[in-house]
């Protein structure tokens, strides 16, 4: 998310269809350059043909689909009377309405049995996030199913004056295609496990309501009983290596009522390997030592086979062909790769540095330094970069990933605005992301921003910036979902909100947004609220169990592992040296000076000790090779003042400013509290505050403000560039490319996708491709089973 070089007003570089959008739905015409001369094609409802699969909700789309015709549709409903309504009136694939004691409601009807019509609730516009700006007749489909009686039909909707070619799922939110509602692949994740045999592990709600899901192996089931071994998890501090998927199977049974098993979800166990803690591993998978796998039972044959057949179908799954737009130093492009769900091939920022730094972990990519939109131009045209870069052409882009400056949005920018987002050039750049998509229609798009993204208005419409994306990509073929999610929740050791939006393809599977899988100290996970065009506010379901399954990762987890050093006391207020500096350095903590203009710390060192933990260990891993030395732990250069107010906080969490004026330090003329300053030491983000090594980062800014919460929790100085690094699940194998003062790499960090969410987002992307197979699968076989019958 690196802003541009220039701050200057610019016009946007945008594709035609999206600045129809721009200027139909949010009434914005200026501002932006259109770079293509294609005329606008807004997509119409689904091509009958375009509708596969069996199923009554399949069958039902094509005969409603088979009735419409290429006729302009205008811009309003129009209904017929039903005369008489019965079973004799009424046909699968008709679009009805149906009259409550004291409502209406709509239906695609999917059956007719005796006495009942069965059908699939079917919403306006004004039902969803985007009701301000569809079409006014514009309906979806939904999940809720509906029996009714026949003479409570009023009228039938005529098939030509609407369009129809989503599915609305309101508990994501999510607009579906078409084929995935008529597949059944839109429905909730389950909350309970229905099957399950012996030899399986599975998920178990917690004994002592803690944190953690237990897991547990079934071993007898019994007409009212149901044996299980549970797997104990490794203390939190155990003395010897901390492996988060390690489990000890107990000495005995475990006898469970049938009546109250509530498995939440199977998970795997197998032995301990070496790629324990691989950035690949599954979520719910886990290991038990070779020595204590005698206590478990064979696992069920048929779920063994089942997990086999996924695993040999994810590995014979090619990556995707990904392009990173506004890349930055490459967070989001490595997660997703490391995932295993694609490989970045393209990328592009403005800034120099960034640039450079992703190339250096990404030598094979096509990296271009440059405005986003001039690239965009340039692509269009069939051009190639001044350096001789050739852009992608359609085809060759699978996923397209992008992090849009965010400073307009953003809450920590006190300059952002909530109310007229279109003022801050930067903020539309979202609309270049669009026409990237537009161009090279990639299967996927990921795209991710602050929190406050989705506050914006646009056009004077609430959550503007969110309906412009949904409503863009809507046009362009695109199913979409969006939410909100908790960094800390998906293995970072860091708190970072922030709001994702994944997008499939017609006649892809969407993929759902990762659900938490990692305890945020007892957090339960983060809701996205949209209101409907009734002022009815919603929340996304499924978000609000604190339960996870993998522990969190703390400071300390994070960044134990690496040299220790303090910055050196210049003295200059009071004078020394003191009782802790000379005891720290007899403990052979190095006491550095800080130099005006000089890096402090470590270029290149050994680490303190090897790797501690799973996280540390996959910071070191390249390849299957552990790093040996750790490089740029260093900290930039700061003012003597500055300096002797932050070695002078006391070795304690969360110890503050105030810990200047206590006995332990005694030095309350650190504090200055002259009248220039006042405004500084009242304001909740000056601080010079001191992390909990127990607990988690806070956010990281592009800078490492001495004032802020950025002091190491057990070392006299601020964070180094590699313990930021760390907090954003950089590996050690990155180097940022960077000025003298290192201050170009903690902004590229600042502004980095978080690794462990990146690799969540690109597991979901793996999960709705293993969907797609298997729906493909399935269609293949009924489609063999219906050739042998006729």
Same mark, same amino acid.
């Given at each position: 998310?690196?802003?541009?070089?220039?701050?200057?007003?610019?016009?946007?570089?945008?594709?035609?269809?999206?600045?129809?959008?721009?200027?139909?739905?949010?009434?914005?015409?200026?501002?932006?350059?259109?770079?293509?001369?294609?005329?606008?094609?807004?997509?119409?409802?689904?091509?009958?043909?375009?509708?596969?699969?069996?199923?009554?909700?399949?069958?039902?789309?094509?005969?409603?689909?088979?009735?419409?015709?290429?006729?302009?549709?205008?811009?309003?409903?129009?209904?017929?009377?039903?005369?008489?309504?019965?079973?004799?009136?009424?046909?699968?694939?008709?679009?009805?309405?149906?009259?409550?004691?004291?409502?209406?409601?709509?239906?695609?009807?999917?059956?007719?049995?005796?006495?009942?019509?069965?059908?699939?609730?079917?919403?306006?516009?004004?039902?969803?996030?985007?009701?301000?700006?569809?079409?006014?007749?514009?309906?979806?489909?939904?999940?809720?199913?509906?029996?009714?009686?026949?003479?409570?039909?009023?009228?039938?909707?005529?098939?030509?004056?609407?369009?129809?070619?989503?599915?609305?799922?309101?508990?994501?939110?999510?607009?579906?295609?078409?084929?995935?509602?008529?597949?059944?692949?839109?429905?909730?994740?389950?909350?309970?496990?229905?099957?399950?045999?012996?030899?399986?592990?599975?998920?178990?709600?917690?004994?002592?309501?803690?944190?953690?899901?237990?897991?547990?192996?079934?071993?007898?089931?019994?007409?009212?009983?149901?044996?299980?071994?549970?797997?104990?998890?490794?203390?939190?501090?155990?003395?010897?290596?901390?492996?988060?998927?390690?489990?000890?199977?107990?000495?005995?049974?475990?006898?469970?009522?049938?009546?109250?098993?509530?498995?939440?979800?199977?998970?795997?166990?197998?032995?301990?390997?070496?790629?324990?803690?691989?950035?690949?591993?599954?979520?719910?998978?886990?290991?038990?030592?070779?020595?204590?796998?005698?206590?478990?039972?064979?696992?069920?044959?048929?779920?063994?086979?089942?997990?086999?057949?996924?695993?040999?179908?994810?590995?014979?799954?090619?990556?995707?062909?990904?392009?990173?737009?506004?890349?930055?130093?490459?967070?989001?492009?490595?997660?997703?790769?490391?995932?295993?769900?694609?490989?970045?091939?393209?990328?592009?920022?403005?800034?120099?540095?960034?640039?450079?730094?992703?190339?250096?972990?990404?030598?094979?990519?096509?990296?271009?330094?440059?405005?986003?939109?001039?690239?965009?131009?340039?692509?269009?045209?069939?051009?190639?970069?001044?350096?001789?870069?050739?852009?992608?052409?359609?085809?060759?882009?699978?996923?397209?990933?992008?992090?849009?400056?965010?400073?307009?949005?953003?809450?920590?920018?006190?300059?952002?605005?909530?109310?007229?987002?279109?003022?801050?050039?930067?903020?539309?750049?979202?609309?270049?992301?669009?026409?990237?998509?537009?161009?090279?229609?990639?299967?996927?798009?990921?795209?991710?921003?602050?929190?406050?993204?989705?506050?914006?208005?646009?056009?004077?419409?609430?959550?503007?910036?969110?309906?412009?994306?949904?409503?863009?990509?809507?046009?362009?073929?695109?199913?979409?979902?969006?939410?909100?999610?908790?960094?800390?929740?998906?293995?970072?050791?860091?708190?970072?909100?922030?709001?994702?939006?994944?997008?499939? =393809? @017609?006649?892809?599977?969407? *993929?759902? /947004?990762?659900?938490?899988?990692?305890?945020?100290? %007892?957090? +339960?996970? $983060?809701? &996205?609220?949209?209101?409907?065009?009734?002022?009815?506010?919603?929340?996304?379901?499924?978000?609000?169990?604190?339960?996870?399954?993998?522990?969190?990762?703390?400071?300390?987890?994070?960044?134990?592992?690496?040299?220790?050093?303090?910055?050196?006391?210049?003295?200059?207020?009071?004078?020394?040296?003191?009782?802790?500096?000379?005891? =720290? @350095?007899?403990?052979?903590? *190095?006491? /550095?000076?800080?130099?005006?203009?000089?890096?402090? %710390?470590? +270029?290149? $060192?050994? &680490?303190?000790?090897?790797?501690?933990?799973?996280?540390?260990?996959?910071?070191?891993?390249?390849?299957?090779?552990?790093?040996?030395?750790?490089?740029?732990?260093?900290?930039?250069?700061?003012?003597?003042?500055?300096?002797?107010?932050?070695?002078?906080?006391?070795?304690?969490?969360?110890?503050?400013?105030?810990?200047?004026?206590?006995?332990?330090?005694?030095?309350?003329?650190? /504090?200055?509290?002259?009248?220039?300053?006042?405004?500084?030491?009242?304001?909740?983000?000056?601080?010079?505050?001191?992390?909990?090594?127990?607990?988690?980062?806070?956010?990281?800014?592009?800078?490492?403000?001495?004032?802020?919460?950025?002091?190491?929790?057990?070392?006299?100085?601020?964070?180094?560039?590699?313990?930021?690094?760390?907090?954003?699940?950089?590996?050690?194998?990155?180097?940022?490319?960077?000025?003298?003062?290192?201050?170009?790499?903690?902004?590229?960090?600042?502004?980095?996708?978080?690794?462990?969410?990146?690799?969540?987002?690109?597991?979901?992307?793996?999960?709705?491709?293993?969907?797609?197979?298997?729906?493909?699968?399935?269609?293949?076989?009924?489609?063999?089973?219906?050739?042998?019958?006729?």
């Amino acid at each position: 998310m690196t802003p541009g070089t220039s701050c200057e007003r610019k016009l946007i570089k945008t594709t035609r269809s999206v600045a129809a959008v721009l200027s139909s739905d949010f009434g914005i015409r200026s501002g932006f350059e259109v770079v293509d001369h294609s005329p606008t094609q807004f997509r119409p409802s689904s091509p009958r043909s375009a509708i596969v699969g069996s199923t009554p909700e399949a069958n039902a789309l094509r005969c409603f689909l088979g009735q419409q015709t290429h006729e302009d549709r205008g811009r309003h409903i129009r209904v017929h009377a039903v005369p008489n309504p019965s079973l004799s009136t009424v046909r699968v694939g008709d679009l009805v309405e149906a009259r409550y004691v004291s409502s209406q409601r709509y239906l695609l009807v999917l059956s007719l049995s005796l006495r009942t019509i069965c059908g699939a609730e079917v919403v306006l516009r004004t039902k969803t996030l985007l009701h301000d700006v569809a079409a006014e007749n514009e309906v979806f489909l939904t999940q809720t199913k509906i029996a009714i009686n026949p003479s409570i039909v009023t009228r039938r909707i005529e098939p030509n004056s609407v369009v129809l070619r989503y599915a609305w799922d309101e508990r994501r939110p999510a607009f579906v295609g078409l084929n995935q509602w008529a597949a059944h692949s839109i429905d909730s994740e389950a909350e309970k496990l229905e099957v399950y045999h012996e030899g399986d592990f599975v998920l178990l709600p917690p004994q002592d309501d803690g944190p953690l899901l237990d897991i547990a192996q079934v071993h007898r089931i019994r007409k009212t009983d149901v044996y299980v071994r549970h797997l104990k998890r490794q203390p939190s501090r155990a003395a010897e290596f901390k492996h988060d998927r390690l489990l000890m199977p107990a000495d005995e049974l475990t006898r469970i009522e049938r009546a109250s098993f509530e498995p939440i979800a199977l998970c795997q166990v197998s032995l301990l390997t070496a790629s324990a803690s691989s950035w690949y591993t599954d979520t719910t998978k886990f290991f038990v030592p070779e020595e204590k796998s005698g206590l478990l039972r064979p696992t069920c044959l048929q779920c063994t086979n089942a997990h086999r057949k996924e695993r040999q179908q994810r590995h014979g799954t090619p990556p995707l062909t990904a392009l990173e737009l506004m890349c930055g130093a490459g967070g989001l492009s490595i997660g997703l790769d490391l995932s295993g769900a694609c490989e970045t091939k393209y990328a592009l920022d403005a800034d120099a540095d960034s640039t450079k730094t992703f190339h250096a972990h990404h030598p094979t990519a096509k990296v271009y330094c440059g405005d986003a939109g001039d690239a965009l131009q340039l692509a269009v045209s069939g051009q190639h970069s001044a350096d001789g870069i050739v852009f992608p052409r359609r085809g060759e882009v699978d996923l397209i990933a992008a992090g849009p400056p965010c400073q307009g949005f953003s809450r920590k920018n006190p300059m952002a605005s909530r109310e007229a987002a279109e003022r801050d050039p930067r903020n539309l750049l979202v609309c270049t992301v669009l026409g990237w998509v537009d161009h090279l229609r990639p299967k996927y798009l990921i795209l991710e921003n602050v929190e406050g993204f989705t506050s914006a208005k646009l056009g004077g419409h609430d959550q503007g910036m969110v309906k412009l994306v949904m409503s863009s990509l809507l046009q362009l073929g695109y199913g979409v979902t969006c939410g909100y999610v908790q960094a800390g929740a998906f293995g970072s050791p860091q708190s970072r909100k922030r709001f994702v939006l994944m997008a499939a =393809r @017609e006649g892809l599977t969407l *993929p759902r /947004l990762p659900r938490p899988s990692h305890d945020f100290l %007892g957090q +339960a996970g $983060v809701r &996205y609220y949209w209101s409907d065009g009734d002022g009815q506010s919603h929340a996304t379901e499924g978000s609000c169990r604190p339960t996870a399954v993998l522990p969190g990762i703390t400071v300390m987890d994070a960044i134990s592992d690496l040299p220790m050093f303090d910055w050196k006391d210049p003295h200059l207020i009071y004078a020394g040296p003191d009782t802790i500096e000379l005891e =720290r @350095e007899e403990q052979g903590i *190095p006491q /550095l000076e800080v130099v005006k203009g000089e890096p402090t %710390g470590f +270029a290149h $060192v050994a &680490y303190r000790s090897g790797p501690q933990n799973s996280y540390q260990e996959r910071m070191r891993v390249l390849e299957g090779q552990m790093t040996r030395c750790v490089t740029q732990h260093q900290t930039s250069d700061y003012g003597g003042h500055v300096v002797e107010r932050v070695v002078n906080v006391e070795l304690e969490p969360g110890a503050n400013y105030d810990s200047w004026s206590q006995p332990s330090v005694n030095k309350p003329a650190l /504090l200055n509290r002259s009248q220039a300053h006042t405004d500084h030491w009242n304001d909740e983000h000056f601080k010079f505050e001191r992390l909990d090594g127990d607990r988690y980062f806070k956010t990281l800014m592009t800078t490492v403000p001495a004032q802020g919460s950025m002091l190491h929790p057990t070392q006299r100085r601020l964070l180094s560039v590699r313990e930021c690094a760390r907090a954003q699940g950089f590996p050690d194998w990155v180097d940022f490319h960077t000025d003298t003062n290192m201050r170009s790499a903690y902004r590229q960090i600042g502004n980095a996708v978080p690794i462990p969410l990146a690799n969540a987002l690109g597991k979901s992307l793996i999960a709705a491709r293993m969907t797609d197979s298997r729906l493909a699968e399935e269609l293949k076989a009924s489609r063999i089973v219906s050739i042998i019958i006729d």
